[in-house]
């Protein structure tokens, strides 16, 4: 604890406390609920920087993908009642994707509470379910207590958002305290009884599969991980959304598991008689709404490591359940080596290959083929570039072309939460100037947040924005016609020159309809993001038609028709 007695305000005890755990950006909106913390923010301009955004939604994005990339705490701070509801969607997003977080939300002064004051809300009731702890700090002497709990509720166990609401009174009240320095995060490990047990199962199994997930990887933890897998010869796929686990060039890869999986892929994960989920909650994303293991008891032998012991067994029941994080876990086996040499050479050797021939692209119907698209995309970009996300089909081919390379590299939500590539391609600038930044966005996710175009511009952000524009929301398109074939209703969007509206921003926009003139454009982009430090935008205009890499929207729709004459 600090020594340095003096008096201050809650607005300064807060952002001196941000300082010393090492914060160096807050993502905000500004509102005179929190005003004495905005002032404070103006002695530390050298050391923490005001990320003005243009709605709440996009900088909790914002905050959240700082989460991921960092694996510390991303700060938002947002005024009463809008901006905390807005604000709601990246709170969400950090919670199902167990990202650190914590969002600050002004209050109404203890004199008006509890009279439906102006733009009140209890935030307990409002946030409780999608985050790891809500706290209201009712005095400024406490203001040091509640932020050390903060931020370690937010990185332990399941790491995750945590919302503190700061009523004016203690923000403008004083106090003289001592500040609570930050501590080091503890990481368990297996115990030894554990590993024995592991190794006995790995040395039985024939046709293992290692299933990665989670945040917070680092270099070094993910090479002692690739090692393993090389040791122990079993073949390695990434949980959904999770492509930075492993390398994706590595000889062990296997593919990305989840939505989209290729049949084989989807195969080999349910005839392997043993799965080793290492950091992954093995949630419905992953698991394809729980098909590739049956719950509760999967047919499969399950090894589950992971940091809380509540999401042990909470969908699976595990043979061995280790309450590790893939910190603790990757020192413990770091030299652990076969009970005997296993002879699984081949099975990695098939699953690797399986995955590099579906990097061939796939045909697509019309001009636009987004297939031979992402490829381009994978070929052109530097090994270390950052590929950002939102939510949608379109999603499905850079999950698919697009070889992720090391922890930091990609960005997109487990949530599903659209409108979330944007403001993760600013968060991803900001922390990784030097980097190559590339953001997939569907024409109706680009829409819900391309106002922060607007803060990428003001922040001198050179990235590439590729809007795929179907002028449907396709996502939902596949679905109506796989329940409901041949009734299409409300979907349908009349879009704006969305290239135009790069340009009105102040950066570079064009629109691609044919496959052959993307690579050219793409070439473009890149090129005047580096040196113009501003936002490339591509509208890619493509047949609905083509809805994922593998499947046509008729062939849906007839799929439909032909079940409901069976039936």
């Known amino acids: 604890m600090s020594k340095d007695l003096r008096i201050r305000n809650g607005g300064q005890i807060v952002i001196e406390h941000l300082r010393n755990y090492g914060v160096r950006r807050i993502f905000m909106v500004a509102g005179e609920s929190y005003l004495p913390c905005i002032d404070a923010l103006y002695d530390h301009q050298g050391e923490i920087q005001a990320v003005a955004c243009r709605q709440e939604g ?26 905390a509801t807005n604000a709601s969607i990246g709170v969400h997003t950090a919670y199902q994707d167990s990202t650190p977080m914590i969002l600050f939300v002004g209050q109404v002064d203890a004199g008006t509470q509890d009279r ?74 297996p115990m030894p009884s554990e590993l024995a047990q ?13 299933l990665l997930g989670g945040n917070g990887w680092t270099p070094a933890t993910r090479q002692i991980i690739e090692s393993f897998a090389s040791r122990y010869q079993i073949p390695v796929g990434v949980g959904w959304r999770r492509q930075e686990c492993f390398d994706n060039r590595h ?43 049956v719950s509760p008891q999967p047919t ?14 909470r969908t699976y029941r595990p043979t061995l359940a280790i309450q590790a994080d893939i910190h603790g876990f990757a020192e413990a086996v770091q030299n652990l080596q076969p009970i005997s040499a296993p002879a699984r050479g081949q099975h990695v050797v098939q699953a690797n290959q399986q995955y590099l021939d579906s990097l061939v692209p796939l045909d697509m119907p019309g001009p636009m083929n987004l297939n031979t698209a992402a490829s381009i995309v994978a070929k052109r970009l530097p090994i270390d570039s950052c590929v950002t996300a939102g939510a949608g089909n379109f999603a499905l081919f850079p999950h698919r072309y697009i070889q992720i390379s090391a922890p ?9 939460a ?4 944007l403001p993760a391609a600013i968060a991803a600038k900001l922390e990784q100037p030097e980097k190559v930044v590339v953001c997939y966005a569907g024409d109706g996710c680009f829409q819900m947040t391309m106002q922060e175009l607007g803060t990428a511009a003001q922040q001198k952000l050179g990235m590439v924005v590729l809007v795929f524009n179907n002028s449907t929301w396709g996502t939902i398109r596949m679905h109506q016609e796989r329940e409901f074939p041949g009734r299409v209703i409300g979907l349908g969007l009349s879009n704006p020159d969305f290239a ?62 032909a079940l409901r004459k069976e039936n």
């Open 198 to 210: 592991m190794q006995s199962l790995l040395q039985q199994s024939e046709r293992p599969f290692l």
């Open 300 to 313: 499969q032998q399950l090894i589950h490591i992971y940091p809380d012991a509540d999401e042990l067994g």
């Open 116 to 189: 439906d004051a102006f733009q009140e809300i209890d935030y307990r009731r409002m946030f409780s379910c999608m985050s790891k702890w809500v706290a209201q700090v009712d005095s400024t002497e406490r203001l040091p207590e509640y932020l050390a709990r903060a931020f370690a509720v937010a990185t332990q166990g399941r790491p995750g958002p945590v919302v503190l609401v700061l009523p004016e009174q203690v923000l403008w009240g004083s106090a003289t305290v001592a500040d609570v320095m930050p501590f080091k995060k503890a990481h368990p490990s």
């Open 251 to 293: 000889p062990n890869y296997a593919g990305h598991v989840g939505y989209g999986l290729t049949a084989e892929l989807e195969q080999r994960i349910k005839e392997a008689d043993l799965i080793i989920a290492l950091g992954s909650r093995l949630n419905q994303p992953t698991t394809v709404d729980y098909t590739l293991l």
């Open 418 to 421: 659209m409108g979330y590539g």
């Open 58 to 83: 996009g900088a909790a994005y914002m905050a959240e993908a700082h989460g991921k990339l960092t694996g510390t705490p991303g700060i938002c701070f947002v005024t009463r009642g809008p901006g």
């Open 500 to 561: 135009a509206i790069a340009r009105a921003y102040g950066g570079h926009g064009e629109t691609v309809t044919r496959t052959e003139d993307f690579a050219s454009a793409f070439d473009r982009s890149l090129a005047f993001a580096a040196s113009h430090h501003l936002p490339a935008l591509i509208e890619i205009q493509y047949d609905v038609e083509g809805i994922s890499p593998e499947t046509t929207l008729s062939q849906i729709r007839e799929a439909a028709f």
């Open 408 to 416: 930091g590299t990609q960005l997109s939500p487990i949530l599903g």
